[in-house]
């Protein structure tokens, strides 16, 4: 039920607090540790010792749960959803160990904020400060917009009730990629001929002020300048990142060469475990006062943490319902039938078994690298505590492909996206155990009477990853990260255009049975197959399925790349708008990359899935054949296709629109019609054949005069 922005404002504290801190977690900083806002907000408090309140918050936005974009699907699809859920409750834990409390409700965060001012306002407070991280893209930009309008308004209000003048301030910050903008090599990318910048200072907030700078201004003046009105700051961010190159390569090598990770911040500390030193910065979390809890609950704002997604779209009333729907409807998965959030239990074939949290984001980190798992982030190891080998980070390089296994690749993007980790964590946990494996070379040396590399404790020392290297792969993957963030701040709307950045005019098909076909993984190619119905049962696919999927999507099918863009956006569970926007254009040919990649889909299956693992997992119709022939069914003679109880169809002549992905549909299907039937490619397979497999595109041409397919062209 709906509350006034007023409700909160008969009840105070035994002690009146000047400063009321708000602190506003969100999908992409779910963390204590290298959580600016939090730092900054906790060292204030501290400075005003019992005279200030610091209040943490987040909001399930209700408008994340409805019908967006061009398919109608919910930006925030249930496997998401579900992950969220278990990382906002891992917090609300780790708060109330340290004596302060997440504060959470369901709806938006504009009324959200409007009844913590109230709170303040009963508490007696006569300032009260939001600070919140800022995340790319204009939808972002317009809520951040929405929420300061908001909150200015609210605080104006109740100076006007009587209560007092309430001053107010905005404070936003920087923090999702691994370089701060205030530390970019611009003039390195300025002598390579891109465009001057506009200045060297992050300028990413709405009014003009550097991240974690106050925006300190009369509520009027705010709500005049950011209330209805769309925000400016994706064109001036625009201009702000006018030099960063439109390459990739041009992009991350200078940056990794040239610019400084700045040191993640500790978590705030306990006030019970503050240190004794009263000149001392040390962040410290006040403790949330229990005079303030039953007018937190009055206001709706300590609601328990759901654990059941399919309830929330419920909630969210018809529009909620009809956006799960077209989700179930397109995945073929139902809802209700996932595990709930935090109890543990995962899809056996899952690729990702974990439940979300700072502590599992660092102890599958310290995992990866083979690091002790115990003790806060940065705590590494020391010389004393050699590193545990072997250990996945070892064979990175050559297994970050692979299209299965769970310590294949590190599978932390889930962890990032939510904000449960820092790219800074990950670097600093990286650069000591970099720091000892220079130590432990430079001893190796000195007993051969050779001298190594100086260690550089707490450092490192950054060079272009090589065969035999390590964590250096993995750092360079963060640095790919950067670049699809920053180039969504740099090109904004253009990104999202039929052509993309290509500057092409391109026309797409929008056919929504064929888009059926590949979203169900349908379209008789087993590699495309076996990662869609990973996706649409875990929320998770390979990196070279993603590549590989989405090629084929746009140039094999020619559908547009926007509906493969929104249906991930709605289905991965580590869903990055940026990061997922950047990757489509990227893998389509609308990106600014000069090679316009096509992936031969068969050959990169035969290359990144051997063994066919993946296939035999998700398409276990196929299972019974051999493995080369699991990744190229028509060629499969009768007699092969027979003993393995395999039968080659159309859709059409199967009969049925069959849920593929439901396994045990499947198996029913299977046993009434006595065999498992595999629909025909909807291409013809030798254009999924790389050019260099001679032998294998002769096998393919005489396959495909045999078998009929439904080409698209």
């Known amino acids: 039920m709906a509350q006034s922005d007023g409700a909160a404002a008969t009840t105070a504290t035994a002690v009146a607090p000047a400063t009321t801190a708000l602190v506003w977690f969100r999908p992409g900083d779910l963390r204590l540790s290298d959580h600016e806002p939090l730092h900054n907000a906790a060292q204030s408090a501290a400075l005003h010792n019992e005279g200030a309140l610091l209040l943490p918050f987040a909001c399930l936005e209700e408008r994340d749960l409805v019908p967006s974009g061009p398919l109608g699907l919910p ?30 409700s369901c709806g938006c965060t504009e009324a959200a904020v409007g009844r913590l001012v109230a709170l303040a306002a009963g508490a007696g407070s006569t300032h009260v400060a939001l600070h919140h991280y800022m995340q790319p893209g204009a939808a972002s930009a317009e ?25 107010s301030s905005v404070h936003r910050y920087w923090g999702c990629t691994l370089y701060h903008p205030d530390d970019l090599p611009y003039a390195l990318w300025q002598a390579q001929g891109s465009p001057a910048a506009g200045n060297e200072h992050s300028g990413l907030d709405s009014n003009g002020t550097s991240a974690g ?13 950011q209330g209805g009105r769309p925000s400016s700051r994706p064109n001036r961010q625009q201009q702000r990142f006018a030099c960063l190159p439109r390459v990739m390569s041009d992009f991350r090598r200078p940056l990794q060469a040239a610019a ?19 000149r001392s910065d040390a962040a410290v979390l006040p403790p949330f006062p229990a005079a303030l809890a ?3 609950a009055e206001a709706g704002l300590v609601a328990g943490i759901p654990t059941e997604p399919a309830g929330l779209y419920a909630a969210a009333g018809p529009a909620g319902e009809a956006a799960l729907a077209r989700w179930e409807h397109l995945t073929g998965q139902r809802c209700a039938s996932l595990a709930p959030a935090g109890c543990g239990t995962h899809d056996p074939r899952s690729a990702v078994p974990f439940t979300m949290g700072e502590e599992q984001a660092l102890q599958r980190l310290r995992h990866i690298l083979g690091l002790p798992a115990q003790g806060p982030p940065g705590s590494g190891c020391s010389s004393e505590q050699s590193p545990v080998r072997p250990a996945p980070i070892d064979e990175y390089q050559d297994s970050r492909m692979t299209a299965t296994g769970v310590d294949s690749s590190a599978k932390l993007s889930a962890f990032l996206s939510l904000g449960c980790l820092s790219p800074r964590s990950v670097w600093a946990e990286t650069a000591r155990l970099a720091a000892v494996e220079q130590q432990q070379q430079q001893q190796q040396g000195q007993r051969e009477g050779q001298r190594g590399e100086e260690p550089l404790p707490g450092a490192l020392r950054w060079r272009e990853p090589q065969r035999g290297d390590t964590w250096r792969w993995l750092l360079m993957h963060l640095g790919i990260r950067d670049f699809f963030l920053y180039s969504a701040l740099k090109e904004g709307a253009a990104l999202e255009q039929p052509g993309g950045l290509s500057g092409r005019h391109m026309e797409w098909l ?14 008789g190619i087993p590699f495309v197959d076996a990662s869609m119905r990973e996706l649409a049962a875990t929320g998770y696919m390979s990196n070279r399925g993603r590549q590989n999927v989405a090629s084929f999507l746009s140039k094999s099918l020619g559908l ?18 940026a990061i997922n926007l950047g990757n489509w254009a990227y893998n389509s040919g609308t990106g600014a990359d000069p090679r316009d990649r096509r992936f031969c889909t068969v050959s990169q299956g035969l290359r990144y899935d051997p063994e066919a693992e993946l296939i035999c997992r998700w398409v276990p119709e196929l299972a019974a054949l051999p493995t080369e022939l699991a990744h190229q069914p028509w060629q499969a003679t009768p007699e092969q296709m027979a003993a393995a109880g395999v039968q080659l169809e159309s859709a059409e002549q199967a009969g049925a629109d069959l849920v593929v992905a439901d396994t045990e549909a499947a198996a029913d299907v299977a046993e009434a019609a006595g065999h498992h039937w595999y629909p025909l490619p909807l291409v013809d397979p030798a254009t999924q054949v790389a050019k260099g497999h001679k032998q294998a595109k002769q096998k393919q041409a005489a396959a495909s005069k045999a078998a009929p397919t439904r080409a698209v062209h």
């Open 75 to 104: 930006r925030l699809g249930p496997h998401r959803l579900r992950l969220l859920l278990e990382a906002l409750s891992s917090l609300r834990g780790a708060l109330r160990g340290r004596g302060s409390e997440l504060l959470f």
């Open 143 to 167: 809520l951040e917009d929405a929420v300061a309008a908001r909150f200015a308004a609210v605080a104006a209000q109740h100076g006007e009730y009587g209560l007092g003048p309430m001053r």
């Open 213 to 225: 700078e106050a925006q300190v201004a009369g509520p009027t003046a705010a709500a005049e300048q």
């Open 260 to 278: 400084t990770v700045r040191p993640p911040l500790p978590a705030p500390c306990p006030a019970d475990s503050a240190p004794a030193d009263s």
């Open 294 to 296: 039953a007018a937190a």
């Open 510 to 523: 929008h056919d929504e049975a064929l888009f059926l076909r590949w979203t169900r993984g349908q379209t």
């Open 560 to 577: 547009d790349w926007r509906w493969g863009a929104a249906y991930f956006e709605s289905v991965l569970a580590d869903s990055d708008w």
